[in-house]
């Protein structure tokens, strides 16, 4: 088992990972510390166990709507969210692919956390 030393909010974390999974685990919380960071620029600081919360929440919210559109995609309602297409439409279905592929990927590892 690997260990990483991570930093949110200015405090240090030990973290257990398995082998090889360290920077990937470096890259989820620089992502949470910004979304912390972001917290404390609005609200300030409340508490850490608020601002995690509430980033957590944040996290939830957006891994939400990437899956309902995940959804709407696999359905074929065209209900999406794509900003720079006025109809909706994708016009780079690679793209498309890549999205669904990490959104799946998110998903999994998320649920086997």
Do not use: P, W
């Not at 990483?4 to 974390?13: A, C, F, P």
């Not at 780079?92 to 692919?97: E, R, S, V």
Request: one cysteine or more; proline letters at 0%.
């Amino acid at each position: 088992m690997a260990q990483v030393n991570i930093q949110i909010n200015g405090r240090d974390y030990l973290l257990a990972c398995e082998d090889g999974e360290e920077s990937h685990l470096t890259f989820l919380a620089e992502y949470i510390n910004r979304q912390v960071d972001g917290l404390v620029e609005s609200v300030g600081q409340v508490g850490e166990a608020r601002l995690l919360l509430m980033a957590s929440l944040l996290v939830a919210d957006e891994l939400a709507e990437a899956s309902q559109e995940l959804d709407a995609l696999k359905d074929g309602t065209g209900n999406v969210k794509n900003e720079g297409h006025s109809d909706g439409a994708n016009d780079d279905g690679a793209d498309l692919a890549k999205l669904t592929q990490r959104i799946e990927d998110i998903a999994a590892r998320l649920e086997s956390a």
